[in-house]
């Protein structure tokens, strides 16, 4: 049993906070610092360009994405890092295509995060081949699925209700109509248990920043499945996805398995990071994060439900159905949230009156949710979200 | 007139280390560290998601690409910065394409960095549209500008030899055939003059680990004339290139000016390692580095070829037509570069047979040089590069 009294205490958490909001960034793993000095300070500075070969440089995105692999139920060999999630999400969908070059309908839902929307609707608009992007209800998708589907290009989690797909059954329903799946997994990873490999998935990104805690800004992550890997045609082919990058040859050859996902030069130190984030995964069972989850997220709704009856909630009642974060709708969403922030308890808002709470067991304790929810109680029952300072809206949450 | 001893003492340089290879990856900047220090512990770790507002995160891609823009005579709101040079020159070429619809020439040439060609030809196939990746010699570029291309796509300064385009005769021979103009500055920025507004340049794209010292994996920026920054419609249509990535559209509607190339969420940690790395340039004249330049490229010539007739000028004689980097040709030059390492003095090897140096005027003196240039002539001179540690090649260098 996961004993999350100690990995608690593997984060730094300002005092007097309470972060409900590690489904968007998570915190800074203590150990962090002290990996990108090493990478700084012993790497960069002392071997410069032999860092690539000393230091394993060159290594580390296939390296960490079997790391990542791991949580994530991926075959060795089957993940790599680098980029951001939504040069993944490109890089997924175009080859998907590729792969279907006979059929015209990328599948997503309006729950799919936007970025995954606008990167398939850029790659769309390049392809010029009439290509539509068929966008549902979530759960409507099941029965949208037919042959004229080239993709199913979801997102595990809905970002904005933490409503949860079912990845086997519709992976299932995908093959049968001889589409390709893909799976957005950045609200996933680290949050609730994901067996890629025993859902014959064929392809999945995500992101390391949120519950993985890599930082912000930390490289996302692309799977592609061992029997895809060598049909997998990269649009995005950068010479460190090359079969040998240091002949410096002309023309491009795909390297061999999931390492032709690899662009550009890596972000070496965002890397390192990442790194020692996922050092607090050593020893972790995900089945007993998910179970804390449930308890802690059950908590919340039912100690906010208790105190007030002026949030609704916008998450999918059944635990079953949601992964690690409940949201609420109210009229003055964004400045319910400002004014929970201000009494240190970190949760964001979503357009158009959602706020979002996401729940890590690694360092959320329930007195932390009992305490969170009753301040939201109190916020919203006695309007202390109607002042000033909490009604004006800044670009960016 | 820059004081080139002040500005050595800017960056962390190994005892008995003489390093030209800064045209690879720059030295670790002195207050790099402590940079990355305040970004993870005072922002990051006690800012947490707050530090997108607070810390400006969100802001550092215009603000840092504003810093880079003042070193390749960009104007003010021209440059963002993120993800690496590959993808850049992607999001170059996919813009200029959609800006030539009725052509089908990418005229490049062999002196361009193979990555730059992986991802035109990437580009391509996904286009489907008859497009040609043509390659000419560097000196038949001038001449194979015509009315059937779209996109002229070179790197300024080659990688391989130093050989440097004319920028403003190349962009200007361009727009009399109405194609646009794409230049990679991956070697140029922090190395040589570069005036993109003078030369209306159309698109410009460059690395910042070179001689921009921004560390392993830095990001990557790229330049769009002003003139065509709202014509220039993004291939790769990320969230954060959204006219407002916070209201959640499902719609992408690019955002104004160069803003609409940045794509998903930016390296914070290592935007901010750059910015600390850009303090260096205060103060600096291009005009002074370009001098010393070429007065360490010529002192370097000179010596080796003084010491020894075993190794061929790779780069161009002429110091106006070379970068900041020489080149040799040797038979054994990998071995050769090996030994010279095992000594300390690290330059860097290219296939098939070169031996490249780099000069950084920032720290690299005249007596490094003469030094260099004698221990060079000394390996080849008494075959000291044929010993079994040298022989044997690393995956990567």
Redesign the interface.
Known sequence: MTDFSRTRDLF?L?DG?I?L?GN??G??PKT??AR??RT??DE???M??????KAQ??AMPGQIGNRIARLIGAEEGSVVIG?????KV?QAL?SAL?LRPDRRIVLSD?GN???D???A???L?????GHELK?VAPEDVASAIDETVAAVMLTHVDY?TGRMHDIAEITRLTHEAGAISIWDLAHSAGAVPVDLAGCGADFATG?T?KYLNG??????FIYVRPGLQESA????????G?EA????????RPAGGVERMR?????????A?LDAALNAWGGIDIADVRKRSIELSELFIAEVEAGTDKLALASPRDANARGSQVSFRFHQGYSAMQAL?ARGI?G?F??PDRMRFGFCPLYNTPEEIRRAAAALCEIVETDAWNRPEFLKR????
């Open positions: 730094h300002p906070v972060y909001d968007s960034l915190p800074l962090a610092l990108a000095t700084m300070a960069w500075g002392e410069l360009i032999g860092g690539w070969n440089w060159m980029d951001t999630l939504s040069i490109y175009a590729d309006s995060f936007p970025t929307l606008y990167m609707e850029g790659l608009r390049t392809l010029d081949k966008i904005g992101c920043y930082g912000p800004g930390a490289p996302a045609r990269p649009a995005l082919s950068g010479w460190l090359h990058p240091f002949a410096f040859d002309l023309d491009y662009v550009g030069t890596p972000p070496v130190i965002q890397m990071v922030i970190i964001d979503r357009a800044e670009a960016v949450t």
